[in-house]
């Protein structure tokens, strides 16, 4: 079994990045619960045959279209040992929480946060920012609301971010009984930014009408276009108006990792909480997301919780206090951190961070790719490693369309796997360059795909309006 996973790795290459699941695949999953034992070598062959040709292919060089990880055979091999000493990370004595505390601390000097702040891994950037409003809150209500709840507070809490921003903000504010009307969306300057003039105008706003504002969410690398929020000017904002300052910077937060990209996230350190993902640009396999919260006690005050069945003690396997279900919502924890531990220590900051600066160059490549051939045509600025565009379409009304087939026959050819994506109200091609082992060749073959079947659906559709024109006119 080890021996064929790090094979997959190895010729991933040979292999579509994705592939349409056939009826009779999708079939051997609608059986019924197996009543008696089968030999491991039958399932795993059902393993090779059913699901390994028929996964999402984000460890494909050519898989552009979301942003995830690629993993790596390190990762891979950390994942193995974790699963094998099973170790429940929930809290009490053992060394797998002293690997999760050290990771913390790695990560805290990276933003430089004081020694003492506090780290937790989640399942991803969405509990992680979700987390972060939790303790916002607590911190804006006191901790009382946690026994009172919301219906006893008189203030009416509101958050603010960008247009840009991942929609996993206004659902954390969901989550935490906020709801989702109390989070005010900024517009977005040119480059797709959040606008800081109409942050500050929004507030003045909400504190006229007797709203409390408690809460800014910037965006480390947007999920649409890569942006990065003017992190340094949010963080005097929030300073002046005694807000929390919250960064969600779920793959983009990691280029502090490359010197040549640490600049850009300039004020990232001036954070309160930072929520980011080891699986995206670490390349550490799923799931790794992280909370980094500055002040400890907050994060802890927010979630403490005494129970007899949780007893501490100061020696013994339940020493060891406080534990990380202090700092989280979940007791039963896997030992993700193991994973994230090995990557780290096997191929170094530096080397990651000049990984990290390479899928930024590649998204140059594809930039100045599209720039060179006149049937392209750029849709954003490209920030970081993410570049949307479109084939061009002379016919009115025809663009959106043939530009959303050019990304379906893209997936189904097996060559590339970008995604789409809305830019100022047009439907663009959007590939994010974030796996480790994307080339210049594999933005080669997508361009030239791109070409071939934007020809093809721009020939066809065109021609269907031409003769939609003329039965208008009779």
């Known amino acids: 079994m080890l021996d064929d996973i790090l094979d997959y790795a190895e010729h991933l290459r040979e292999r579509p990045v994705w592939q349409p699941i056939p009826d009779a695949v999708r079939a051997q999953f609608r059986q019924t619960l197996p009543a008696g034992p089968s030999e491991l070598s039958a399932v795993h062959q059902q393993f090779m045959d059913h699901i390994l040709p028929y996964s999402v292919g984000n460890s494909h060089p050519g898989f552009m279209g979301w942003v995830q990880g690629g993993g790596n055979p390190v990762g891979t091999l950390a994942e193995m040992l974790a699963a094998g000493l099973n170790a429940n990370l929930g809290g009490r004595d053992h060394i797998p929480i002293e690997v999760e505390k050290q990771v913390t601390r790695w990560v805290s000097a990276l933003f430089d946060f004081p020694d003492t702040a506090s780290g937790l891994f989640v399942t991803g950037t969405s509990m992680a920012n979700f987390i972060a409003v939790l303790v916002a809150r607590a911190r804006a209500l006191g901790t009382q609301v946690r026994q009172t709840g919301l219906a006893a507070c008189t203030s009416r809490l509101v958050a603010y971010t960008s247009a840009g921003a991942h929609g996993c903000i206004a659902q954390a504010m969901d989550m935490a009984g906020l709801g989702m009307d109390a989070l005010r969306i900024i517009p977005m300057n040119a480059q797709f930014e959040m606008d800081t003039a109409l942050l500050q105008a929004a507030i003045q706003a909400d504190r006229a009408k007797g709203l409390t504002p408690f809460f800014i969410v910037g965006t480390a690398g947007s ?23 919250h960064i969600d910077g779920a793959f983009g937060a990691l280029a502090m990792l490359s010197p040549a990209l640490a600049p850009r996230l300039n004020g990232i350190q001036r954070a ?9 640009w670490l390349q550490v396999p799923y799931d790794a997301g992280f909370i980094l919260v500055r002040d400890s006690t907050a994060h802890y005050d927010t979630f403490a919780t005494p129970a007899s069945y949780l007893r501490r003690e100061t020696k013994g396997l339940a020493a060891g206090s406080p534990w990380p279900c202090d700092f989280g919502p979940d007791l039963s924890r896997g030992f993700r951190a193991l ?24 998204a140059q490549y594809l930039k100045q790719a599209v720039l060179a051939n006149p049937k392209l045509e750029l849709m954003a600025p490209v920030a970081l490693n993410i570049v949307c565009f479109r084939y061009r379409c002379n016919a009115p009304d025809v663009p959106d369309v043939v530009n959303a087939n050019i990304v379906v026959a893209l997936h189904e050819s097996g060559i590339s796997a970008p995604s789409t994506n809305t830019v100022n109200k047009q439907l663009v091609i959007r590939a994010a ?13 997508l361009i030239a795909a791109t070409l071939r079947f934007g020809d093809q659906f721009s020939s066809t559709d065109q021609h269907a309006a031409s003769k939609q024109d003329d039965k208008s006119h009779e």
């Open 223 to 245: 999920v649409d276009v890569g942006a990065i929020d003017d992190l340094d000017t949010l963080a005097d904002i929030a300073a002046q108006e005694q807000l929390w300052f």
């Open 272 to 280: 309160d909480s930072i929520a980011f993902d080891f699986h995206k």
């Open 339 to 362: 994973k994230t531990w090995f990557t780290i220590q096997v191929y170094g900051a530096d080397q990651l961070g000049r990984m990290i600066a390479h899928t930024c160059e590649v």
């Open 433 to 445: 360059i974030v796996n480790h082992r994307t080339r210049t060749e594999d933005i080669d073959a």
